[in-house]
């Protein structure tokens, strides 16, 4: 029987900001937290990532590559942020020029156990737990459902 090939990850080559608490395990690298974030246990967040002030980041959430998070967002348990479309029928392979990128606005709050597909969403919106948000945002408001839709104002 052979050994398995061992990576550690935990937390390498992050810039924080000011006031950050990240609750381990967690795997973040390569990427930029601003100040006042909060980042619960079992989290990724991937290189190239952003996040902005005061956002908090409960456990179990996953921010892959090529996503910015604003300031004062709330993303909540179980979050998935998706770049690969499987646009050639399949997985991308490590071919990121097929990834897409993930705008999200500021004073936004994620739902627990929601997917965000590449998209935008813009300012003050809120997602419901469990949607699958796959176009982009473009009014303030409340949206849920898979797809999720507008369902009231703010």
Not at 2 to 7: A, C, D, G, L, M
Not at 68 to 85: K, P, Q, R, W
Not at 122 to 130: K, L, R, S, Y
């Amino acid at each position: 029987m052979s050994e398995p090939k061992y990576v550690d990850t935990g937390i390498v080559d992050v810039s924080f900001g000011k006031d950050v608490v990240v609750i381990r395990p967690s795997n973040i690298y390569g990427c930029s937290i601003s100040d006042g974030v909060f980042v619960g246990p079992f989290v990724e967040i991937q290189k190239d990532v952003i996040i902005g002030a005061r956002t908090k980041i409960q456990s179990h959430t996953f921010i892959c590559e090529l996503v910015t998070i604003g300031e004062d967002c709330f993303i909540g348990h179980g979050v998935m942020f998706i770049n690969d479309l499987f646009s050639n029928g399949g997985p991308a392979r490590g071919n990121k020029t097929l990834w897409k990128k993930t705008l999200i606005g500021n004073r936004v709050s994620i739902g627990s156990n929601a997917t965000i597909l590449p998209i935008s969403i813009c300012n003050d919106v809120v997602i419901g737990a469990g949607s699958v948000v796959t176009k982009d945002v473009i009014e303030p408001g409340v949206y849920a459902g898979n797809p999720a839709k507008r369902i009231t104002n703010i």
